[in-house]
């Protein structure tokens, strides 16, 4: 069964490296390429844009893809929409898997905004030194604050940036001791992610927790309307089985 998945995630290189190891798959995976080196999955790998619903149609019909798997970032809104409106014009089945999104707890002093503008508007208005941690894009919606900013990003943003501000480097995952001492040292007091969920990043949140200092969530983008959702990758691979059983 053509097999494409979305995405660079770590969801995204688990069922590969399942369903590749599986007779009757053919994988095909997808990254957008908007990281330098990132962290392949096995199999047959392809790098770049579509061309947005129409190019993305094109593809799965020259490519003879059955199924179609999106395990991008709970946040690449864009080729989740186009994903979920090029499959469904060739009737392709679309599975979207998104891992849980983090829970607040005891301690947490969260405020949750839906977009990138009210993160900035929130985060003047609670602190003066802002670790911002959503990646590399986004960054220039924080670019006319006054505020010092510490960014950390896998990759240096595109854009805008604010005017005063260091730039960090780095790939988690990160331990709670590091985030820690990362916060402390730079007198953080106010951080802005975005909700990814997953393990990988979370240290961070945990470190805010214990230091009290005040985070700005940025909600996830909805899933297209009547989107399958599942959380896990079991969840995924048992999907795609039945696909398989029923020939798609």
Same mark, same amino acid.
């Given at each position: 069964?053509?097999?494409?998945?979305?995405?660079?995630?770590?969801?995204?290189?688990?069922?590969?490296?399942?369903?590749?190891?599986?007779?009757?798959?053919?994988?095909?995976?997808?990254?957008?390429?908007?990281?330098?080196?990132?962290?392949?999955?096995?199999?047959?790998?392809?790098?770049?844009?579509?061309?947005?619903?129409?190019?993305?149609?094109?593809?799965?019909?020259?490519?003879?893809?059955?199924?179609?798997?999106?395990?991008?970032?709970?946040?690449? @809104?864009?080729?989740?929409?186009?994903?979920?409106? $090029? #499959?469904?014009? %060739? +009737? *392709? !089945? /679309?599975?979207?898997?998104? &891992? =849980?999104?983090?829970?607040?707890?005891?301690?947490?002093?969260?405020?949750?905004?839906?977009?990138?503008?009210?993160?900035?508007?929130?985060?003047?208005?609670?602190?003066?030194?802002?670790?911002?941690?959503?990646?590399?894009?986004?960054?220039?919606?924080?670019?006319?604050?006054?505020?010092?900013?510490?960014?950390?990003?896998?990759?240096?943003?595109?854009?805008?940036?604010?005017?005063?501000?260091?730039?960090?480097?780095?790939?988690?995952?990160?331990?709670?001791?590091?985030?820690?001492?990362?916060?402390?040292?730079?007198?953080?007091?106010?951080?802005?992610?975005?909700?990814?969920? @997953?393990?990988?990043?979370?240290?961070?949140?945990? $470190? #805010?927790?214990? %230091? +009290? *200092? !005040? /985070?700005?969530?940025?909600? &996830? =983008?909805?899933?297209?309307?009547?989107?399958?959702?599942?959380?896990?990758?079991?969840?995924?691979?048992?999907?795609?089985?039945?696909?398989?059983?029923?020939?798609?």
């Amino acid at each position: 069964m053509k097999t494409l998945i979305l995405g660079g995630t770590r969801e995204a290189r688990e069922l590969a490296d399942i369903a590749s190891g599986e007779r009757g798959f053919d994988i095909v995976s997808s990254l957008a390429g908007r990281v330098r080196d990132p962290v392949l999955p096995v199999g047959e790998v392809r790098v770049g844009g579509f061309g947005g619903v129409a190019g993305l149609r094109d593809w799965l019909r020259g490519n003879g893809i059955e199924v179609v798997v999106d395990a991008t970032h709970p946040f690449a @809104g864009g080729i989740t929409a186009n994903a979920a409106a $090029a #499959a469904a014009s %060739l +009737g *392709i !089945p /679309v599975l979207h898997v998104r &891992r =849980p999104g983090w829970t607040e707890q005891p301690g947490d002093r969260w405020m949750r905004v839906p977009d990138l503008s009210l993160a900035a508007e929130a985060a003047a208005a609670l602190g003066k030194r802002v670790f911002l941690t959503i990646g590399r894009q986004g960054v220039a919606a924080f670019a006319h604050s006054d505020a010092w900013f510490l960014i950390r990003a896998i990759d240096p943003p595109d854009g805008a940036m604010p005017a005063d501000h260091e730039l960090l480097l780095a790939r988690g995952p990160f331990s709670v001791a590091d985030e820690t001492a990362l916060l402390t040292e730079q007198r953080i007091d106010v951080m802005v992610t975005k909700d990814s969920g @997953g393990a990988l990043t979370e240290a961070k949140l945990t $470190a #805010a927790r214990e %230091l +009290g *200092i !005040p /985070v700005v969530m940025i909600d &996830r =983008p909805p899933l297209p309307a009547g989107a399958e959702q599942v959380e896990t990758v079991a969840a995924a691979w048992d999907w795609l089985r039945a696909r398989r059983g029923t020939g798609s």
